[in-house]
Each structure stands twice: as C-alpha cells, then as structure tokens.
C-alpha cells in the first residue's frame, strides 16, 4: 500500500542553522500538507501546498519557513535559522482526491540545541 | 473559535473490553479522520470519514454530522492497542486537531 514517507526520522541542529525536512507523498497526489506538534501539546497545522503554490498557511508559518516541491516528487520544509523553540515532530501529508484527504507519514523529530 | 474536543483524555482498559473514545467539533467539516500515535511519536492514519460508519478489523469510526460528534471503538481490546488516538477535522486542508486521548490496555 503506498505511504507518505519523511526523511530524516530524527534531525539535530543548533540554534540559528537551515534545516530541510523532507517528505514524499503518495504518487500521484495533489495536496501536500505540513503540521508539527511540539512535546506534549496538540499537533498544530502549518501550510497546505497545491498546484505549485502554498494554498494556506497558519501563524506560525512565518517567514522562517518555507515549502518547496523541487522535483516533482519530494515535498519540503525548510527552516532557515531555527530556533529553540522549533523543535518538535513536523508530519507531512498529501492527499489526492480533494483537500479533505490526507495520509500523513511518520515524522521527523526536530531537536534544536 | 474552531474546536475539536476528544473524551476522554486518558483511558485505562482491561485486554477484551470494548472501547469507545468520543470527539466533538465545532467547525464545519468535510472530513474527520481518526488518527493512532505511537510513544515514538509517529501518526498511523486510521479512518477518513465523511459520514456514516467504517469499519477495520478490530475498529470501528462513526460520525454524526447533524450533531457534530464522532466516535472511535474498539473490539476486544489488546494491548498493542496502547497509543494515543488524535481525532482531527476540518474542511479544506487545515485540520484542527483534538489534544488526543491516551489508551493504556492491560494484559
């Protein structure tokens, strides 16, 4: 069964370097998806991606963050001088029928130190 | 203000009951989806629900959409099924997520 994937499982970084989180989707689909859950709270929704351009994105989503789709296949997050507080676990998603679905991979674990 | 509130928060079962975990939402939604999370931290992507029922092995998904209210059961519960369920819903792409109701099975 196809499943969204992301790379690395587990990122360690110090304060103030560029971090790329990637993932994969599914072939096929359309609608990519990033969200992070910080240690202990609610996972929290950060854009959404389709047809080449962020279609939404969240407060947080601030100028730190960007997303890129650079080959057709990969989806990525990039943080451009992170902060203490960006760790967390960062899901991906992508969804082909329509906005509402999504499929999310395992996540990668951020440590900013 | 968009909510999406779960019950119970924490939920410690015997091996072989039944389980019901809720969710309630404010928002309008096209889609529900039931998530599992494991202690490493990974999402597991159980049921997308628009409406009605649906059905996995051991689990079933209902969703009421007049009265905004979604449940996840369990069947004869294990304890692989130990993790922490996360109901999100929402109508385009962003999901707002439920805090997560943490199932503790014991043998």
């Known amino acids: 069964e196809p499943e969204v994937t992301q790379t690395p499982s587990h990122q360690v970084t110090q304060m103030g370097q560029e971090v790329i989180l990637r993932c994969v989707p599914i072939s096929n689909h359309l609608y990519f998806y990033w969200y992070r859950q910080i240690l202990g709270q609610k996972v929290e929704f950060l854009v959404s991606f389709y047809n080449n351009e962020i279609s939404e994105k969240s407060e947080i989503f601030d100028d730190q963050f960007s997303v890129e789709r650079p080959d057709g296949s990969n989806f990525t997050l990039k943080i451009r001088s992170t902060k203490l507080e960006d760790s967390a676990m960062y899901f991906c998603?992508?969804?082909?029928?329509?906005?509402?679905?999504?499929?999310f991979g395992p996540g990668t674990r951020l440590t900013v130190t | 203000k968009n909510e999406v509130e779960q019950s119970p928060q924490n939920l410690t079962a015997q091996e072989g009951e039944f389980i019901t975990i809720n969710c309630s939402y404010s928002?309008?939604?096209?889609?529900l989806h039931w998530l599992q999370q494991h202690p490493g931290g990974g999402i597991v992507s159980l049921f997308m629900l628009s409406s009605g029922k649906k059905k996995h092995g051991r689990l079933i998904a209902t969703i009421n959409i007049q009265e905004k209210h979604s449940s996840l059961h369990i069947t004869a519960s294990h304890p692989r099924d130990s993790a922490v369920y996360i109901c999100a819903a929402g109508s385009q792409g962003n999901l707002i997520f439920g805090k997560g109701t943490k199932l503790s099975v014991k043998p």
């Open positions: 928002v309008g939604i096209s889609a």
């Open positions: 998603a992508s969804g082909g029928q329509g906005p509402y679905e999504q499929y």
